[in-house]
């Protein structure tokens, strides 16, 4: 299953970054296919990006003059949701992937959550509120209204997009300025951040992972516990990366069903399955 799920996340960064005449003229991909949304916090302005962000779409839309609902995102959002929950962001996500890699190197004492944890989970609905939609919705820069999350905050589009572009591109790199240096510095404590704790971003700021964490209890995919197998080993809730109890698995809106707790079972009595009305109910 570790080697699947790395081997998925790999190639799906990989065909969904592909565009390789961005990266090496530092220009974005303008093509039909950037009218899609791919389900991970892959940033539409990255020069190899071939699809657009979730996130950067519900903006978009919550920027139009009129205050419009967002059927187009919401639907999106709702088939995913319900499909994978935050399997999306377990095996799908480029940005998941790039802080699981971090935390694989060897240094530092490694800690599943920071301190405060149960008030600081709150942070990516917050983050969701405020800045994705209410600051979408009213804040003004001159005569148009201002993304926020992606403006201010989103180290996914520092990483992927700005970064390469402004290495390609030397017109770019004389036009940044207090921004840039601002949201370098969140990328850069939020990756420093991940080699020692298991994905600070998704758990505690990512506004996608609050959404999809939502259809949790009742996407398509679920992680099954067969109890009546179950000897209370404890081994799944040792080898969850999120520290969630054996019958938070799956349900909690933290699982992000990376399948180590499956991988962990000695009796087999964890395993993914395609539908929430087999799962053995607690």
Known sequence: MKRLRLAVQLLFTIVTNGYMYG????????GSLKYAC?????????????????IGALQALLNQRGFQIPFAALGFFFLFGSLLGRFVCGWLCPFGLVQDLLHKIPVFQKKKRLPCHRILKYGKYVVLILLVCVCSMFLFGGLAKIPAFCKYLCPSGTLFGAIP???????????????????????????FLSVKVYRPF??????????????NRFSLVQ??????????CMACEKACPVDLSLKEISRS??????????????QKCLHFCGSRTKTTKS
């Open 38 to 54: 791919i389900p991970g916090l892959n940033c539409y302005s990255c020069p190899g990006a071939v699809a657009a962000c979730p």
């Open 202 to 215: 998704c758990q505690y700021l990512c506004p996608l992972g609050a959404i999809y964490g939502w259809f």
């Open 165 to 191: 572009l402004l290495g390609a591109n030397e017109a770019l790199r004389g036009q940044t300025g207090g921004l840039f240096l601002w949201k370098l510095g969140i990328l850069i404590a939020i990756l």
């Open 23 to 30: 990266f090496l003229n530092g220009k974005i991909y303008r």
């Open 223 to 232: 992680i099954q516990w067969e109890k009546e197998r179950c000897v209370s």
């Open 253 to 266: 809106p933290e699982c992000i069903r990376c399948g180590k707790c499956v991988d962990a079972c000695p």
